[in-house]
């Protein structure tokens, strides 16, 4: 018997459904009747930092090979009838996959043959397949994969960025490992992280568009695979909260050096609740959207183009981080410009026309994203892994205060736990 619970938001007038399936997955829908398309995802709470880990079940805990969870994510398409790619042409719906840091998530779009394409998706996620002789055709493949990314400029950038900022936490390697360290990789490690990770209890199944929830259902009693729980705990060595050094340099192929300025956090072992996010976020947009005096004056200096400057807030298991991303002809410069804007807003405050603006800017981008399904379903996968819910920060976003998101300042965007990476064209 599964127990739905309606979700509702009476400020933007949608809502959702929540079941907990008696398989141990959870699951979300989001029907959006209007809409032709609709939007699966079926992800597990498993990145590329999850390479030290302890089950409840057992005593010691176990390392493997870094890459192993992205190498896992290419290996599951595979089965002995072909690959879910085929099978996903006969429905005619578009599948993909990705991994990240912390998740690993399938998922599909189509516009026809729904129930049909997630059967398909809910089938190959739960039927892992792999030989000796896959797994090793498989490391040729992600190996020129690995090679590719050593050479792309704004990959660079982004992993030199994360090396000078963390000492030893695993978000510093590469998703797809090393050349080294795939090589490593045996059928049996997948088959132990798959059986570790894709239990469905540590899972979610998001889906959103023209669906009914008791149809999905139907799917899922008939399709899931009921496994026991188990507790994971991802086993990370200290991070402290010094950078390993504020600047690093690398030379390829651009035309325009490339940066990245990250601001490094104390993450500590909890994730930022949906209040703490918004108010991260109006912070950022206040300090650095388009609309903000530091990008103008940027912008005006001929420093940054509107085109590439960006930032995000980038965190998960362990790790956490503010990041400023562009070309600049002058990043050097570019790096003292933000972090003064830090220190301004620091002692002199966010002003409330500033900070209504942003807080608007950000609701109503937020809410628009609630007409598209592809940006409900990940929205939703993301939040059910961090434990915050969609329509809760929405309200958290606006109901945020001007002395809530001030106080963000104390403790992020410090100038003394900064890195600055730079990618510059090759001589």
Same mark, same amino acid.
């Given at each position: ?54 089950? +409840? ?146 899972? #979610? ?116 981080? #503010? ?10 410069? #570019? ?32 809410? +628009? ?53 730079? #990618?510059?064209?090759?001589?």
């Amino acid at each position: 018997m599964n127990m739905i619970r309606e979700v509702k938001s009476a400020r933007v007038g949608d809502r959702y459904y929540e079941v907990k399936h008696p398989s141990g997955l959870r699951i979300f829908v989001y029907p959006k009747e209007q809409n032709n398309s609709t939007y699966a995802v079926f992800g597990t709470k498993y990145g590329s930092v999850d390479t030290t880990f302890k089950r +409840s079940d057992e005593s010691e805990a176990c390392t493997v090979p870094e890459g192993i969870a992205h190498y896992l994510e290419h290996k599951l398409f595979e089965s002995e009838d072909g690959d879910a790619f085929a099978r996903y042409a006969k429905t005619g719906a578009n599948a993909n996959a990705y991994t990240s840091f912390d998740v690993t998530c399938y998922l599909f779009s189509c516009t026809e043959n729904v129930y049909e394409s997630l059967e398909i998706l809910l089938d190959f996620v739960q039927s892992p397949y792999f030989t000796e002789q896959t797994v090793q055709k498989e490391q040729g493949i992600i190996g020129q994969e690995i090679r590719m990314y050593d050479d792309d400029p704004q990959w660079r950038v982004m992993f030199n960025l994360l090396e000078a900022l963390y000492h030893t936490h695993p978000v510093k390697i590469d998703i797809a490992g090393t050349v080294e360290s795939i090589a490593k990789i045996t059928p049996e490690l997948l088959y132990r992280c798959y059986h570790t990770f894709y239990n469905l209890n540590n899972m #979610v199944l998001c889906v959103a568009g023209n669906v009914d929830v008791n149809k999905v259902l139907e799917l899922c009693d008939k399709l899931l695979k009921p496994s026991a729980p188990v507790e994971i705990e991802r086993i990370f060595e200290q991070e402290p909260r010094e950078i390993v050094k504020p600047y690093v340099e690398q030379k390829l192929s651009v035309v325009t050096p490339l940066f990245q300025l990250g601001f490094k956090e104390d993450a500590g072992n909890r994730r930022r609740t949906a209040k703490e996010l918004a108010e991260i976020e109006i912070l950022l947009e206040a300090m650095a959207s388009d609309a903000s005096p530091l990008f103008r004056r940027l912008l005006d200096a001929g420093l940054v183009n509107e085109s590439s400057f960006g930032y995000e807030y980038f965190e998960g298991p362990g790790y956490a981080s #503010v990041i400023f991303s562009g070309e600049s002809k002058d990043p050097q410069r #570019v790096a003292e410009e933000i972090k003064k804007e830090a220190e301004r807003l620091r002692r002199e405050g966010l002003d409330e026309a500033s900070f209504q603006r942003s807080k608007k800017a950000l609701y109503g981008r937020t809410v +628009s994203a609630l007409n598209s399904v592809d940006s409900i379903a990940n929205s939703m996968a993301s939040f059910a892994f961090t434990d915050r819910e969609l329509f809760s920060y929405i309200d958290e976003i606006a109901n945020a205060d001007l002395q809530s998101v001030q106080r963000r300042l104390d403790s992020q965007l410090l100038a003394e736990y900064a890195a600055l990476s730079v #990618v510059n064209p090759a001589e």
